[in-house]
C-alpha cells in the first residue's frame, strides 16, 4: 500500500517532503504481469520492417548486403498484388521463406484495385501464409487527423461515394470519433481485410476495437512526444492483445525550408538538392538528422514495439513492378558517403555509380548485429497507468487543442489531458529553432521516466490490476460498469487518482472518504502535516467545497480546507484531488505543481530504479537483471540540407542505481550495450557514465543467480 505525506507550500510550487509513506519493499519487482510481456510473431518479439519489391532487392543486392541479417531476418513489405500473381517468383520465394509478410496498398488509403480483389483470393493468401500474414498496409494517418489535407465536407463525401455511410460534421468528440470509424471503413475498403495501419495520432485504442491487426505509430520531427505515442501504442496492445509497431518519419526542413523535405539516398550528385518532383530532398543530409533517428529506432524497441519501418524507405513511394515512381531508398546509396565530399562534382555525376550502405542503413545494421538479435531488451516496466477517455481526441502532430484535428474545440478536461501528458513529458516547453525545426519536441526528458502507459475507460479489468497506480485523466466517463471495476481495482491493492470533476452518481465522493457541498473557495496555498515552506508567487485556485466522513485530508487550505483526500479501501487507496482538473492557475499548460509532486511521490515509489542527470529513461525488466536505457536528447541542431551540429557541451554524466528493494539479489556486473563494455560498480551497486549529447547508452545490471 502507498502512503502519502505533503507539506505546506503556496498552491502553485513543488518541494513536497515525504511523510507517512510505505517503503518499496511493499512491492515486489521481480513479478511483472504476463500482460506486459512484449507480443510475438512467429516466434520473436520484435521484427524490422523491409522492402521486398523485385526492384528493390536488386539495391541491397548490388550494395552487396543481400545477405545482412538485417535485411534477411526482416518482416517482408510487398505490394498487394502479389495475392494475385501466386505463379510469380515474387509469391514463391515468399512462401519458401520464414519470414511475415505485409501486403503494400497505397499511402493514405488502399489503392483503389484493393476495391476489387475477389475475397477467394484473399484467403488464398490466408491459407499459405497464415499467421506469417500481418495486414494489408495502407490507411497511414488518415485515422487521427479528419481534416489532415482534407477539408471536412471532402472527407464526409469520400465516405459517402466509397461507402454509403452517411456522416455529419461532428461537433462533439464522440461525434468526431464516428466519422473516423467511417473513415476507417472507407479507407480500408474490404471487410474480410487484416488491416495494419499507422498513425501519427495515439488513437490505437479506437482503431484496435474497430478491429485492426496490427497498429503503428509515425514518430518523427513533426510529430511530438514520441513518448507519449509509445504509452498510448504500449497500452493500447496490452489493453486489447494486438502487437503494435513504429515508424520513423524521414521528414524535416528542406533546402527551401518547407516542411515536405525528406531524404533519398539515391541521387547522382551524393549531396542534398531537390529532386524533380519538387518536394524531396535527396542525400545525405536531407530530412531528419541521423541523431533523433537512432534515438527514435532504439527507444521504440526499448519500449517493446513489436515492429519497426522507416518511412523514407520505399513505404509510400511506391517500389512496385507495375510503376514508373521513383525508386526511394533510406537504406541504400548510390555513393560512398564516407568519401563522396572527396569525389569531383562532374565525376559524381557521369560515373558508374557504386551502391552502398547509406548512413541510415549503417546504423540499422549496427543496431540489429549489436542489439536486437542478442540482447534480450525483457519486459518494458510501467507501473502507471493514465486511463484517458475512449474519445481522447489528441492529435498533438495536427492540432493541440482541437479533437482528432475536426474543428471540434477542447474541453477543460481535454486541457487536463493536454497537461498531464505536458506534465510527464514537457515537450512543449522545448524550443523550436529559427528555421522551424521541431526535432526537440519529439523525445524529453521528463521528470518521472517513461514509467505510464496509457488505457481506455473499456480496459478490463485484469488489465487495470496489472498497474499499480491508475491516474484518471481528463474527461473519463464513469458508468456503473466502470465504477464497478474501478472499486474493485482499489479493493485488490491498487492506488486510484481521480478529481472531483470526474465524479457522478456512479463514483461519487463517498468512496474517496468525504462528501460533496454546495460552492467553491478560492485559495492560495496549501499545508499537510503543518510544516512551513517558503512561499513562491502565491496563485489562487478554486478548490471545489467537501466534508471528511471517513477519509483524510492528505492536502488543505486556509482554515483547514481538504484540497486533496485519501482513503484505505480494502488493500488499497482512493485519492482525490478538489481542484477542478488540477490544472495550473497562472495559464501554464501544466498541472498544479502541488498535484504533480503528489504524482511524483507515487512514482518514486514504484520506481526500481535511480537516475541523477537530465536524460530521459526507460527501465525493463529481464529475469535476472534491470535494463536502463538512458537519451540524451540535448544537443543536436539540424539546419535544412545540412548535417545536424552537434554540442558537446551538452555531453551528460548520469549516475544509475537499481534500489536495493528491487535487485532481489546484489548486483554483480553491469554493461553497456551499445559498446560492450563492462562498467564499473561502486560500493552501492551505482555507476556514472557519459552520455553524449544526441546519443544514447543502455546498461544492464545483472543480478546474481
Not at 485556485?541 to 483547514?560: H, M, N, P, Y
Amino acid at each position: 500500500m502507498l502512503g502519502l505525506g505533503l507539506v505546506q507550500h503556496d498552491g502553485n510550487a513543488s518541494g513536497m517532503e515525504e511523510h507517512d509513506m510505505a517503503t518499496a519493499q511493499d512491492y515486489d519487482f521481480a513479478l511483472l504481469p504476463p500482460a506486459w510481456k512484449p507480443m510475438e510473431i512467429e516466434g520473436r518479439s520484435f521484427w524490422l520492417e523491409m522492402p521486398f519489391y523485385e526492384n528493390y532487392q536488386a539495391l541491397f543486392e548490388r550494395a552487396g548486403v543481400a545477405d545482412e541479417p538485417f535485411v534477411t531476418h526482416g518482416a517482408l513489405r510487398v505490394h498487394w498484388d502479389v495475392m494475385e500473381r501466386p505463379e510469380s517468383e515474387l509469391y514463391q520465394a515468399l512462401l519458401a521463406l520464414p519470414n511475415p509478410v505485409i501486403l503494400r496498398s497505397g499511402y493514405h488509403h488502399f489503392e483503389e484495385g484493393t476495391r476489387h480483389v475477389d475475397e477467394s483470393v484473399y484467403q488464398r493468401f490466408v491459407a499459405d501464409f497464415g499467421d506469417r500474414f500481418l495486414g494489408v498496409h495502407g490507411i497511414h494517418e488518415r485515422m487521427g487527423a479528419l481534416e489532415w489535407g482534407w477539408p471536412m465536407d471532402q472527407v464526409l463525401e469520400e465516405i459517402r461515394t466509397k461507402t454509403g455511410i452517411e456522416v455529419a460534421p461532428p461537433a462533439t468528440a464522440a461525434e468526431a470519433y464516428e466519422v473516423m470509424r467511417a473513415q476507417y471503413a472507407n479507407v480500408s475498403q474490404r471487410p474480410f481485410f487484416k488491416v495494419y495501419g499507422t498513425t501519427a495520432s495515439p488513437v490505437d485504442h479506437f482503431l484496435m476495437e474497430l478491429g485492426i491487426g496490427l497498429s503503428a505509430c509515425e514518430v518523427g520531427p513533426w510529430i511530438p512526444c514520441a513518448s507519449m505515442q509509445f504509452a498510448a501504442s504500449r497500452g493500447a496492445s496490452r489493453q486489447y492483445g494486438v502487437p503494435w509497431g513504429t515508424v520513423t518519419a524521414g521528414w524535416g526542413k528542406g533546402i527551401v525550408g518547407d516542411s515536405h523535405c525528406a531524404f533519398n539516398h539515391l541521387w547522382p550528385g551524393g549531396r542534398t538538392t531537390r529532386d524533380t518532383l519538387g518536394y524531396m530532398d535527396e542525400g545525405p543530409h536531407g530530412g531528419t538528422s541521423y541523431s533523433l533517428q537512432k534515438r527514435l529506432l532504439y527507444t521504440a524497441f526499448m519500449a517493446g514495439a513489436n515492429l519497426h519501418a522507416h518511412e523514407s524507405d520505399c513505404l509510400y513511394m511506391g517500389g512496385t513492378p507495375h510503376t514508373s515512381r521513383t525508386l526511394q531508398s533510406a537504406f541504400v546509396a548510390n555513393y560512398d558517403h564516407r568519401t563522396i565530399e572527396t569525389v569531383d562534382p562532374l565525376v559524381r555525376v557521369l560515373r558508374d555509380k557504386p551502391h552502398h550502405l547509406s548512413p541510415i542503413g549503417e546504423m540499422y545494421r549496427d543496431f540489429y548485429n549489436r542489439v536486437a538479435s542478442v540482447r534480450d531488451r525483457g519486459t518494458p516496466y510501467t507501473p502507471v497507468a493514465l486511463l484517458f477517455h475512449r474519445h481522447h481526441g489528441t492529435a498533438f502532430a495536427y492540432s493541440s487543442d482541437t479533437i482528432l484535428n475536426a474543428k471540434v474545440p477542447y474541453g477543460p478536461g481535454d486541457y487536463m489531458t493536454r497537461a498531464m501528458i505536458n506534465t510527464i513529458w514537457p515537450w512543449e516547453s522545448q524550443p523550436i529553432t529559427s528555421w522551424g525545426n521541431t526535432e526537440a519536441r519529439v523525445l524529453v526528458a521528463g521528470p518521472h521516466g517513461d514509467l505510464f502507459d496509457i488505457l481506455t475507460e473499456d480496459a478490463s479489468l485484469e488489465t487495470l490490476q496489472s498497474y499499480r497506480v491508475l491516474v484518471l485523466t481528463g474527461p473519463v466517463e464513469i458508468d456503473a460498469v466502470l465504477s464497478a471495476k474501478l472499486k474493485d481495482y482499489v479493493a485488490n491493492g491498487g492506488v486510484l487518482v481521480a478529481n472531483v470533476m470526474q465524479l457522478n452518481e456512479h463514483l461519487d465522493a463517498a468512496f474517496f472518504g468525504a462528501k460533496l457541498e454546495e460552492g467553491a473557495i478560492e485559495a492560495g496555498h496549501v499545508y499537510s502535516h503543518g510544516r512551513e515552506a517558503a512561499m513562491q508567487k502565491p496563485d489562487s485556485f478554486t478548490i471545489r467545497k467537501a466534508r471528511l466522513t471517513d477519509g483524510e485530508a492528505l492536502v488543505w487550505s486556509e482554515g483547514e480546507v481538504p484540497v486533496c483526500i485519501r482513503a484505505r479501501r480494502g488493500a488499497g487507496e482512493s485519492l482525490l484531488c478538489l481542484v477542478p482538473w488540477a490544472m495550473a492557475p497562472n495559464g501554464e499548460n501544466a498541472l498544479l505543481r502541488w498535484f504533480q509532486e503528489l504524482v511524483g511521490q507515487l512514482l518514486r515509489r514504484v520506481n526500481p530504479v535511480q537516475v541523477d542527470g537530465s536524460v530521459q529513461y526507460l527501465i525493463n525488466r529481464t529475469p535476472r537483471s534491470w535494463v536502463v536505457t538512458l537519451v540524451n536528447n540535448a544537443g543536436v541542431e539540424k539546419p535544412p540540407a545540412k548535417m545536424a551540429n552537434i554540442d558537446h557541451e551538452k555531453d551528460a554524466d548520469v549516475m544509475v542505481r537499481v534500489l536495493d528493494e528491487a535487485r532481489g539479489a546484489p548486483i554483480d556486473k553491469a554493461v553497456e550495450w551499445l559498446t560492450g563494455a563492462p562498467m564499473d560498480l561502486s560500493k552501492d551497486g551505482s555507476l556514472v557514465l557519459g552520455v553524449p549529447a544526441g546519443d544514447l547508452r543502455i546498461v544492464e545490471f545483472f543480478t546474481g543467480e
